[in-house]
């Protein structure tokens, strides 16, 4: 099973980023690196059957895929993570500036969320919307386990994603794990805790 997270912030703006006050310079660039470390970092290796998906409003489409990342130069620590993202950002059509980044190799598209997730919507993937006022995903969990492949729409601190026509129009199933509201990174522990640790 492949589990991918896909994610969508309005708020990243990284005009003046600086490593000092990562939240407040980068317009929460932070909750996204906590994402991606959530769904990609295993115990000492990659979880290979995670994939983020990160959409940034008006800064392009990241697409993170252990499977073409390298576990041993991968930036493991969020501020790493955000300082390298940042740069990736900043010099996505430039291999050369990104020589030394280790996520250089992270697919990038400069289409926009609504034309991807127009896509995304027509993949022959299960998809499912996590929000708190949604169908319980315990009794959901037998059902997701048989997916090849499963898709997750996760909102950001704000849950930008879910205010979305493509989404509001979507008639996708929205899952919860509580009426607790958590952190999107705890949320991508939890969901990887139920759906992965039976496969290994
Ligand atoms: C910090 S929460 C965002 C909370 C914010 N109040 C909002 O407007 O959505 C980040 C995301 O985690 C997911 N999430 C948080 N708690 C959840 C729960 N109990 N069940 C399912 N998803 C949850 C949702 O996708 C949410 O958009």
Redo the contacts with the bound molecule.
């Keep these: 099973m492949t589990v991918i997270f896909l994610i969508y912030s309005e708020t990243v703006d990284i005009t003046n980023y600086t490593i000092k006050d990562i939240p407040g310079s980068s317009g929460r660039l932070d ?1 996204i690196s906590r994402c991606i470390l959530a769904a990609l970092i295993g115990e000492n290796e990659f979880d290979k059957n995670t994939q983020v998906w990160v959409f940034l409003d008006k800064l392009g489409t990241y697409f993170f895929d252990p499977n073409v990342l390298d576990f041993e130069t991968f930036p493991k620590n969020e501020l790493k993570l955000t300082d390298y993202f940042v740069d990736l950002i900043r010099n996505r059509n430039s291999k050369e500036k990104l020589r030394n980044n280790p996520l250089r190799v992270v697919r990038t598209s400069e289409k926009g969320v609504r034309e991807t997730l127009k896509e995304v919507l027509k993949l022959n993937y299960k998809k499912y ?4 006022e ?1 169908n319980d ?1 315990f009794s959901k969990l037998k059902s997701i386990l048989l997916e090849k492949d499963v898709i997750f ?7 930008d ?2 205010n979305l026509e493509e989404i509001l129009a979507s008639d996708l199933p929205i ?10 990174s ?2 991508i522990r939890l969901i990887k805790l139920h759906l992965l640790t039976p496969l290994q």
């Design positions: 909750v919307i996590l929000h708190e949604g995903f729409i996760i909102g950001n601190q704000s849950g994603i879910m899952l919860s794990l509580g009426n607790r509201s958590y952190l999107a705890s949320v």
